[in-house]
């Protein structure tokens, strides 16, 4: 390998590795702003959070400070918790409409009520009976 070649690719490594660690970046803020969203909106700790994502709650401190960084798993499930929000807000005039919504029984999710599915990791099956809830199915 030539001298210039071995400086490309040592100058293709250095982008690369500063590409990937603005994603990271990146990725942790709107994980930091998804988790005070819920903090601040619906009243949420680490624990609920925690419990949402399924990991432990000590895990979410370490992602807020950087300490960490989420798995795959874990990133998707912040991109859903994400989206649950965004569907919140979209749907219910005010949080506590939204509140409301998400401590009661509803019939697109067999009578259960959406906060106990999210406390067990179930971001999907809530998302699913909003969109459906956004469309009119149930109103």
Avoid at 36 to 51: G, L, P
Avoid at 103 to 115: C, D, F, L, M, S
Avoid at 122 to 130: D, H, Q
């Amino acid at each position: 390998m030539t001298e210039a070649m071995t400086l490309a690719t040592t100058r293709e490594e250095a982008v690369a590795g500063m590409a990937e660690s603005l994603v990271r970046q990146l990725e942790i803020s709107e994980a930091n702003t998804t988790f005070a969203k819920f903090r601040e909106e619906y009243e949420w700790d680490n624990a609920d959070i925690a419990a949402a994502l399924q990991v432990d709650r000590r895990t979410i401190q370490r992602y807020s400070s950087g300490a960490s960084y989420p798995t795959r798993r874990v990133r998707n499930s912040i991109a859903d918790l994400r989206e649950l929000a965004i569907l919140l807000d979209e749907i219910f005039q005010d949080d506590a409409d939204a509140l409301r919504w998400l401590n009661q029984t509803v019939p697109a999710i067999k009578g259960r009520r959406p906060i106990d599915l999210i406390k067990r990791g179930k971001l999907g099956e809530v998302i699913t009976a909003l969109t459906t809830y956004h469309t009119g199915a149930f109103r």
